[in-house]
């Protein structure tokens, strides 16, 4: 097969990708391992995390229409209770985690609809579900993939222009012998306050392999899940109490902090404020990431509310799946759904409830809501993968509050969008403890996508030219969208201009108009200064 642009990965950053280059004009072809493109909001089953200001800026205008139609699919389609239609912010879930909280399948839904007018006209192709197995290079330039079928093995060769690496894990960068670092620089080498004095490329956010839950009259207790003596034994050194538990490190804090769960709370989901600025928001895990509160529909609609568990306690930590054998990764992957089985079960059985008993057999597995039949999430919910030895490189020092200050986060001449969130990193394979550390409101920076050498293959999503760190807060959903838009709108502008990107990104007059095309389509590249008038 062959196109203008191939993007590698269905996720946010490939959706975008595809679109921006598409509405360019350019013939695409996207690949995505998993029946459901989406990543994070779909098929990983993670509720977008978005920063305070989302609702009036800070986003692309192409992100506002997928969460303006995630609203209006449920007005058009749900039986909404007259002060949840009435509602302009409408969080059909009425979670504390964003100010958007839905059913995976509409997110899913809205972004086929994004993308039907250019499968219609020919312009782009979805290759589901394939993932890449190998790569041709030409010195400097990537002349194609081979992508091969999941279940049937079936190889197809792709050739393109431009290769856009959206994948989760940076799955090119070692094929194409892309230049690449993995797991947490030294601080001799960032010069960020918050690295280690070594390196440690094995140390990795945890891999979280979530899943959706509701409670309903009846025992609905599944099966003692492997490995669930192990995991029930489990005590990070840093949590202050078994995994299994309530009990965990304050994110923000590492104080020992215990959170409450309670099925079906009785709570007024219009009065709902998720914003960030005042917390987590996982006090109570039940409406932490619930995707629908059953009092924003007619009475009786929703038997139950349904929430998505990525709490605390499912983070992964045994072992890192970058870089390893097929064998071990698939061990790892085995590992972590068999952790969030035991979680599950321990929640059914052995749970405290506030009424002194022990566990809620209510609860229910809703793998109908994550389209699987083993009940869990169809993908891993991958945090951090390789990342391109850059051009510009993206570190802690660059936006950290601690040190910038009143000043801001840096301002790069580069600029190709923007983006907010606190660096929030997880519990890792290393064996560290959260780092949380406030932020200023950030730019992307045109050549964070670059790598140093390859010329036509451009980062697309969290492979970016971030460190650990700061992958803590450039791998969020809006983000990952902008990069991705950015990418694919340039990959298509480049061919337009006879240009490469590295010459977009030197040169004062290229950047420009690349810049102002990014504005024309909805991309902010600078955050508005906010002040009294």
């Given at each position: 097969?062959?196109?203008?642009?191939?993007?590698?990965?269905?996720?946010?950053?490939?959706?975008?990708?595809?679109?921006?280059?598409?509405r360019?004009?350019?013939?695409v072809?996207?690949?995505?391992?998993?029946?459901?493109?989406?990543?994070?909001?779909?098929?990983?089953?993670?509720?977008?995390?978005?920063?305070?200001?989302?609702?009036?800026?800070?986003?692309?205008?192409?992100?506002?229409?997928?969460?303006?139609?995630?609203?209006?699919?449920?007005?058009?389609?749900?039986?909404?209770?007259?002060?949840?239609?009435?509602?302009?912010?409408?969080?059909?879930?009425?979670?504390?985690?964003?100010?958007?909280?839905?059913?995976?399948?509409?997110?899913?839904?809205?972004?086929?609809?994004?993308?039907?007018p250019?499968?219609?006209?020919?312009?782009?192709?979805?290759?589901?579900?394939?993932r890449?197995?190998?790569?041709?290079?030409?010195?400097?330039?990537?002349?194609?993939?081979?992508?091969?079928?999941?279940?049937?093995?079936?190889?197809?060769?792709?050739?393109?222009?431009?290769?856009?690496?959206a994948?989760?894990?940076?799955?090119?960068?070692?094929?194409?012998?892309?230049?690449?670092?993995?797991?947490?620089?030294?601080?001799?080498?960032?010069?960020?306050?918050?690295?280690?004095?070594?390196?440690?490329?094995?140390?990795v956010?945890?891999?979280?392999?979530?899943?959706?839950?509701?409670?309903?009259?009846?025992?609905?207790?599944?099966?003692?899940?492997?490995?669930?003596?192990?995991?029930?034994?489990?005590?990070?050194?840093?949590?202050?109490?078994?995994?299994?538990?309530?009990?965990?490190?304050?994110?923000?804090?590492?104080?020992?902090?215990?959170?409450?769960?309670?099925?079906?709370?009785?709570?007024?989901?219009l009065?709902?404020?998720?914003?960030?600025?005042?917390?987590?928001?996982?006090?109570?895990?039940?409406?932490?990431?619930?995707?629908?509160?059953?009092r924003?529909?007619?009475?009786?609609f929703?038997?139950?509310?349904?929430?998505?568990?990525?709490?605390?306690?499912?983070?992964?930590?045994?072992?890192?799946i970058?870089?390893?054998?097929?064998?071990?990764?698939?061990?790892?992957?085995?590992?972590?759904?068999?952790?969030?089985?035991?979680?599950?079960?321990?929640?059914?059985?052995?749970?405290?409830?506030?009424?002194?008993?022990?566990?809620?057999?209510?609860?229910?597995?809703r793998?109908?809501?994550t389209?699987?039949?083993?009940?869990?999430?169809?993908?891993?919910?991958?945090?951090?993968?390789?990342?391109?030895?850059?051009?510009?490189?993206?570190?802690?020092?660059?936006?950290?509050?601690?040190?910038?200050?009143?000043?801001?986060?840096?301002?790069?001449?580069?600029?190709?969008?923007?983006?907010?969130?606190?660096?929030?990193?997880?519990?890792?394979?290393?064996?560290?403890?959260?780092?949380?550390?406030?932020?200023?409101?950030?730019e992307?920076?045109?050549?964070?996508?670059?790598p140093?050498?390859?010329?036509?293959?451009?980062?697309?999503?969290?492979?970016?030219?971030?460190?650990?760190?700061?992958?803590?807060?450039?791998?969020?959903?809006?983000?990952?969208?902008?990069?991705?838009?950015?990418?694919?709108?340039l990959?298509?502008?480049?061919?337009?201009?006879?240009?490469?990107?590295?010459?977009?990104?030197?040169?004062?007059?290229?950047?420009?108009?690349?810049?102002?095309?990014?504005?024309r389509?909805?991309?902010?590249?600078?955050?508005?200064?906010?002040?009294?008038?």
């Amino acid at each position: 097969m062959r196109a203008d642009i191939l993007v590698v990965g269905g996720g946010l950053g490939g959706v975008a990708a595809a679109l921006g280059a598409c509405r360019a004009g350019k013939s695409v072809i996207m690949t995505e391992e998993f029946e459901w493109i989406g990543g994070q909001s779909t098929s990983q089953g993670v509720p977008s995390d978005e920063h305070s200001w989302v609702e009036q800026f800070g986003i692309t205008r192409s992100y506002r229409r997928l969460r303006n139609g995630v609203r209006q699919y449920y007005r058009d389609n749900y039986p909404l209770t007259e002060g949840a239609r009435a509602w302009g912010d409408l969080n059909p879930g009425g979670g504390w985690v964003s100010r958007i909280c839905a059913e995976p399948r509409v997110s899913l839904a809205v972004m086929e609809a994004m993308l039907m007018p250019y499968r219609g006209a020919g312009r782009l192709r979805v290759l589901q579900p394939y993932r890449p197995v190998a790569a041709d290079v030409d010195g400097d330039t990537v002349r194609s993939v081979t992508v091969r079928h999941r279940d049937t093995n079936r190889e197809v060769f792709i050739s393109a222009d431009y290769i856009l690496d959206a994948t989760e894990l940076g799955d090119l960068l070692p094929m194409t012998g892309t230049e690449y670092v993995k797991g947490f620089e030294a601080q001799s080498d960032t010069g960020e306050p918050s690295a280690p004095s070594e390196a440690q490329p094995d140390n990795v956010q945890a891999v979280s392999i979530c899943f959706a839950v509701d409670c309903v009259d009846g025992d609905q207790t599944i099966d003692k899940p492997d490995n669930y003596d192990y995991w029930r034994k489990y005590q990070p050194h840093f949590w202050g109490g078994p995994l299994l538990g309530f009990t965990a490190p304050h994110p923000r804090t590492l104080e020992s902090t215990t959170r409450s769960f309670t099925p079906n709370v009785d709570d007024n989901p219009l009065l709902v404020d998720a914003d960030q600025r005042k917390g987590g928001g996982d006090e109570n895990l039940w409406l932490f990431r619930r995707i629908a509160a059953r009092r924003n529909f007619e009475p009786g609609f929703y038997q139950s509310d349904i929430c998505f568990v990525n709490w605390p306690m499912i983070d992964y930590m045994d072992g890192t799946i970058i870089d390893v054998s097929e064998e071990d990764k698939a061990r790892h992957l085995k590992a972590a759904a068999d952790l969030s089985y035991s979680v599950f079960y321990w929640l059914q059985t052995e749970a405290p409830r506030i009424d002194g008993g022990q566990g809620y057999r209510g609860l229910r597995l809703r793998g109908d809501i994550t389209g699987t039949e083993h009940g869990l999430a169809m993908a891993p919910y991958i945090r951090e993968g390789r990342r391109i030895k850059p051009v510009t490189r993206i570190t802690e020092q660059d936006l950290s509050y601690a040190v910038r200050g009143d000043k801001g986060a840096m301002s790069y001449r580069d600029s190709i969008g923007i983006g907010m969130y606190r660096i929030d990193l997880h519990p890792s394979t290393g064996g560290d403890n959260y780092i949380d550390v406030p932020s200023c409101p950030f730019e992307i920076p045109l050549g964070a996508l670059l790598p140093q050498r390859m010329t036509n293959l451009i980062a697309a999503g969290k492979n970016i030219g971030t460190t650990h760190i700061t992958n803590g807060c450039y791998r969020l959903h809006p983000v990952e969208w902008n990069i991705g838009e950015a990418a694919g709108m340039l990959a298509a502008h480049c061919l337009d201009k006879g240009l490469k990107p590295h010459q977009v990104q030197e040169n004062d007059a290229h950047l420009h108009d690349f810049q102002q095309e990014l504005v024309r389509e909805g991309i902010e590249i600078r955050w508005p200064v906010i002040g009294a008038y």
